[in-house]
């Protein structure tokens, strides 16, 4: 019988307090290996509850104690001794508070971290399209515009930032696809470029995306003539 007995968290600094019965008897009718049988099943049976709550948390109590019977309610041999046994848990106040004060330090370091990275990666974002670097630079510096080719220089050749959702192969080409449009400044580039993909896709035999991009190409030629 264990009675009392204070056992770590997943947090070292915070533990539960275990009360557990248990028996115990020679594995296989042999006489068990140890000279206190009644010892060692109880050191058998403390520390694997030990291991169970090592990986628990005190504000899931509930979840706690039934993960720990499943395993120590089971017989378990050792030494030539089978052990099993039944547990309840409790946790003292003090520790109690502590595991929601470290709790909420964590999410208030996790909220920050979010709010840090979404800034940076909208930053990012604008300073890789050349078009809103030049607006950024010129609303945040607007007696400096001689300077925005020496920020020009440091970022050199900045990615645009990779989305979660964006791994492998598609991730790759949208953003390679952002880029070249992002490059194509004037009619002349766009036309050159879409007159090189009518062709990509006619060799490929994808009829329905030469028929887009032919409309694309209808629409910009159309535009340029307006102009």
């Known amino acids: 019988m264990l009675r009392d007995e204070r056992m770590a968290s997943h947090?070292?600094?915070?533990?539960?307090?275990?009360?557990?019965?248990?028996?115990?008897h020679a594995a296989d009718g042999r006489p068990p290996d140890v000279q206190q049988p009644a010892t060692a099943a109880r050191d058998h049976l403390r520390r694997r509850i030990a291991d169970v709550l090592q990986h628990r948390s005190v504000l899931h109590l509930a979840a706690a104690e039934d993960a720990t019977n499943t395993v120590v309610g089971c017989w378990k041999t050792d030494a030539g001794l089978q052990t099993r046994g039944r547990v309840h848990l409790a946790v003292p106040t003090e520790d109690r508070s502590l595991a929601e004060e470290l709790l909420r330090r964590r999410q208030a370091a996790?909220?920050?971290?979010?709010?840090?990275?979404?800034?940076l990666t909208r930053l990012q974002h604008l300073?890789?399209?050349?078009?809103?670097?030049?607006?950024?630079?010129?609303?945040?510096?607007?007696?400096?515009?001689?300077?925005?080719?020496?920020?020009?220089?440091?970022?050199?050749?900045?990615?645009?930032?990779?989305?979660?959702?964006?791994?492998?192969?598609?991730?790759?080409?949208?953003?390679?696809?952002?880029?070249?449009i992002t490059d194509l400044h004037t009619p002349q580039q766009r036309e050159i470029f879409l007159h090189a993909l009518i062709q990509a896709l006619k060799t490929l035999g994808h009829h329905d995306l030469t028929n887009a991009a032919t409309h694309w190409q209808t629409a910009s030629e159309t535009g340029s003539a307006t102009a």
Do not use: C, K
């Open 110 to 119: 996790d909220l920050d971290h979010e709010a840090q990275l979404y800034r």
């Open 127 to 180: 300073l890789a399209d050349p078009d809103l670097r030049r607006v950024w630079w010129i609303d945040r510096f607007p007696e400096q515009h001689g300077e925005l080719s020496g920020l020009i220089t440091v970022l050199h050749d900045l990615p645009v930032p990779q989305e979660a959702e964006d791994d492998g192969i598609r991730g790759d080409i949208r953003r390679f696809t952002e880029r070249l």
């Open 11 to 24: 947090l070292t600094s915070v533990h539960f307090t275990v009360r557990a019965v248990g028996e115990w």
